[in-house]
């Protein structure tokens, strides 16, 4: 099929994601290598989102896709309360990375999957319903895991259930918990500890929290935070879980961003990085005295495709690719080259406020003039945003945008010059926003 042919049949019997049919402009991709996408009529783009903050290997890895042909030839299926060679596999090897108690694991089809059974997992061994979470935040986009995602993406599955409770991130959009991170961490948590009272601590089963926050601001926890957090928590026996979809395997330097600040949290879920994407997989990360209160009461969860075998062979492939291959190491130290460069960036365009970056973890924040109103309002879009992001299309480079902000969140196996060459399409597309500021 032609590229338009593609788009086309896509547009008419198709939805798609968070979309209205009629403004969707999508990539006609065919093939994918390292950090290339390839369209049918020979269009290429350099991959600046990983697709969705997910293809942390690259594209197409050798080694995955051979690994991928031996599972074909293996066990392909088999029901949830099978044990298989690969489900034993997964679990040990994820067990080997994971600080210890972090040894038991529940095998899910992606992210949100995953949040919703850790959501049963608490209420089921804490014995307590209501559920803590935060509003810049995205969980998933099945029932619980919506109803704990602050953003506006949430709004459509409202009213939720009962015993969702939203509170303030230590960096909301505009309020200020104050200026240094001793200050910012300290209000932040005397004003939770007020709402666990409020709500009754013994009615809190968990507090979810992204470790890093992903689309909503690429927001690294202010220095203090992820321990001040743990303790309060663990003061109201409140199981802290960490939601590292988008934010595990690699992509903030760190294997895991809870290692950041030497935590161990109660549960963290997970998918994208896990497989690379190369096929759906989620897990639940849990303690074993979690896990323990399961031998003798039954977990009432279950899925079709728990420990689904080819799935959890990809797993162990993309992740000993991933760490054999130095991947990790090469996301903080490529992180270190974007965020050299998107300061120069940022001193030459008048149309970038501010940018935040963590490991190969990035998001550029524009505005409208130099008084940093932001180039689009909250939840809302701009012109130059959208002539911005078709320039990047046309020339080669895909990422996406969030309101007046874009993403750098490429695959973790980028060279420096694969990165040099996705930033100087930037840098040209940045003069049609410069020129917003200049006119302003
Ligand atoms: C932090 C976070 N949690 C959960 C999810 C949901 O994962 P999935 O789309 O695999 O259900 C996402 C997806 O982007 C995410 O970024």
Not at 117 to 140: D, E, M, P, V
Not at 165 to 184: H, L
Not at 241 to 246: A, I, L, Q, R, T
Request: hydrophobic content about 40%.
């Amino acid at each position: 099929m032609e590229s338009q042919e593609i788009i086309d049949a896509c547009m008419r019997h198709t939805l798609f994601s968070w979309s209205a049919r009629s403004k969707v402009s999508p990539l006609p991709i065919v093939k994918a290598q390292g950090v290339y996408l390839y369209g049918a009529n020979g269009e290429k783009w350099i991959d600046f989102n990983s697709q969705l903050m997910s293809v942390n290997i690259g594209h197409s890895h050798p080694k995955v896709v051979q690994a991928m042909k031996d599972a074909a030839d293996g066990l392909i299926y088999a029901g949830p309360s099978a044990a298989t060679p690969a489900r034993a596999e997964l679990a040990k090897l994820l067990a080997s990375i994971m600080p210890a108690p972090l040894h038991t694991f529940f095998f899910t089809l992606g992210g949100a999957e995953a949040n919703e059974n850790a959501i049963k997992l608490a209420r089921q061994k804490t014995g307590r319903f209501k559920i803590l979470s935060r509003y810049r935040s995205y969980h998933g986009a099945t029932h619980a895991a919506m109803q704990m995602t602050g953003d506006p993406r949430r709004w459509g599955s409202e009213p939720g259930a009962p015993g969702f409770i939203r509170v303030m991130d230590p960096n909301p959009y505009q309020y200020s918990f104050g200026t240094t991170d001793e200050e910012i961490v300290a209000n932040n948590l005397t004003y939770l500890e007020e709402i666990i009272q409020y709500e009754n601590p013994n009615q809190i089963a968990a507090m979810f929290i992204e470790t890093v926050t992903g689309t909503n601001g690429i927001l690294a926890p202010p220095k203090g935070y992820l321990k001040g957090l743990r303790a309060l928590l663990d003061k109201y026996g409140i199981l802290l879980v960490c939601d590292e979809v988008m934010a595990g395997f690699g992509r903030t330097g760190k294997l895991f961003a809870f290692q950041h600040e030497d935590i161990i949290p109660d549960m963290v879920t997970m998918a994208k990085g896990l497989t690379s994407s190369y096929v759906p997989l989620g897990a639940v990360a849990m303690k074993d005295e979690i896990a323990k209160y399961f031998d003798e009461n039954v977990f009432l969860g279950g899925l079709t495709y728990n420990a689904h075998p080819f799935a959890c062979s990809v797993a162990v492939a993309a992740v000993k690719t991933l760490i054999e291959e130095g991947m990790v190491e090469n996301a903080q130290k490529m992180g270190e080259v974007l965020k050299e460069e998107l300061n120069k960036l940022k001193a030459k365009h008048p149309s970038i406020k501010t940018f935040r970056s963590i490991g190969l973890f990035a998001m550029v924040d524009l505005q409208k003039d130099s008084k940093g109103t932001p180039l689009a309002p909250y939840n809302g879009s701009h012109p130059a945003m959208a002539e911005f992001m078709g320039y990047l299309k046309k020339n080669g480079l895909f990422t996406v945008n969030h309101w007046g902000s874009f993403m750098c969140n490429p695959p973790l196996c980028i060279t420096k010059d694969e990165l040099l060459e996705g930033l100087a399409i930037i840098d040209k597309a940045l003069e049609i926003t410069d020129r917003v500021v200049l006119e302003a």
